[in-house]
Structure formats: C-alpha cells, structure tokens
C-alpha cells in the first residue's frame, strides 16, 4: 500500500528523485538557525512565482540554496550579509541561473520571436515563440 | 557604497571575479572577502555565490569540492582556458570603455 502511495504522490509531484532530494532540501533547511531559515523560506516562496515547482532545476536551485546558507551560518555570515542590502536583487541574479521550468523565459522567447515578426527580420532559430 | 558604485558594479563584477581568479583559485568566501576588502562593502556574499554558479554553468572556471572544518564542503573555483578567453575579452572592452569615457571627461570630441 505504501509503494501504491509513493507511486502515486511520484505521478502527481514529479519523479520521485526529485521528491526524495526535494525532502532531504527540507531537512537540512530546518537545521539552519532561526534566522536563516526564515531567509531561505521567504527565498523559496518568491522563486515559486518564477514557475519553478520541484522538478529537475528547482530541486538543483534549493539545493544550491541551501548549500549558501549553510555555508553562511557554518562561518557566522549574518544574514543580511548573505543576501544584501536589497533581496530582490539577490533573488533575482541567483534564480536567473535557473531558467528550466520559468514561464518568464517563455515569454521573454516569445517576445522577441514575435519582434522579430513584426520587423520581418530572419526566420533565424534564437528566440522563436513556438 | 553609494547607489552609483553598485549600478557599475553589476556590469562589471564578472570580469572582477575572474580577474581575481586568474591569480589563484579561490573559494565564494574569499572572493566577496577580498572585494570588501577593496572598498566594495556592501557586495552580497549571495550575489557573488550566483556570479560563481553562473560562470561555472558557462564553463569559464573548473570547481573542485574540498571539506571544511564547519559547514558543507566549499566549492575552489578555478579559471580554466575558455575563462582566461573571456577574460581577455572583457579586458579589451574595459579598456574601449574607459577609453571613450576619458575622452568625454576631457572635453567631448
């Protein structure tokens, strides 16, 4: 009955790889003190607006994460030293390493796909909205 | 650091980073180190961290990972060939920059 149930969780979450790291990223962010786990919670829930869920580059995004933190709390960085005087800012270079699954890089494709057709430029292949 | 500093800086802090690893490797820690050391104090350790995941995934440095005392093993970052190009890449557009803006300062031709 288990396995049944871990089938199906694999089936609606993705493989379960990602689910199993996806948990041990959990873990290890609990671990962290107060401070850096409120930092690194607030940092997943804004990547969620950029369309990652726990597929193959987001698992790899909150675990490289949670690698920074750790690190961080390991050597006694404070927190605002990790992230800097502006998160967004921070938030925003680091998710931009992670573009697989991120409906913004679709849409920015399709963008430039659909100014390349307005000004009859090339049928070239970079940047096409399927 | 004024507001100005941190605008430039963006355009500029790869080359920064790959310049300083082109001495000798060094780990994300020592890189944001050394820039606050320089007068650059409010460089966000994360911002250097994301700077170093993104020349990795463009293949300019080779990582080796070594254990540490405290904390996770840390990441030594190394320039490797195709990272010493774009180096000197990035060397020849400062110096185009710098070129044009001294002009400008002396009076716009």
Known sequence: ?130 | MGKQVTEMLKGTLEGIVLAILSGRPAYGYEITAWLREQGFSDIAEGTVYALLIRVEQRGFVDVEKVPSEKGPPRKVYSLNAQGQEYLEEFWRTWSFLTERLEQLREGGR
């Open chain 1, 1 to 130: 009955m288990a396995t049944g149930w871990t089938k199906l969780l694999g089936t609606v979450y993705g493989p379960l790889e990602q689910k199993r790291r996806y948990r041990q990223y959990k873990a290890r962010v609990e671990r962290l003190p107060p401070g850096y786990r409120i930092a690194v919670d607030a940092l997943q829930r804004y990547s969620y607006y950029f369309g990652h869920g726990t597929a193959e580059g987001g698992v790899s995004m909150l675990e490289d994460l949670a690698d920074l933190f750790e690190q961080g709390a390991a050597s006694g960085t404070p927190v605002r030293e990790i992230v800097g005087e502006d998160p967004v800012e921070f938030a925003d270079a680091f998710l931009r390493n992670y573009p697989e699954g991120q409906w913004i890089i679709r849409e920015r494709d399709r963008l430039t796909g659909a100014i390349e057709r307005a000004t009859g430029e090339g049928t070239g292949s970079e940047g096409t909205a399927r």
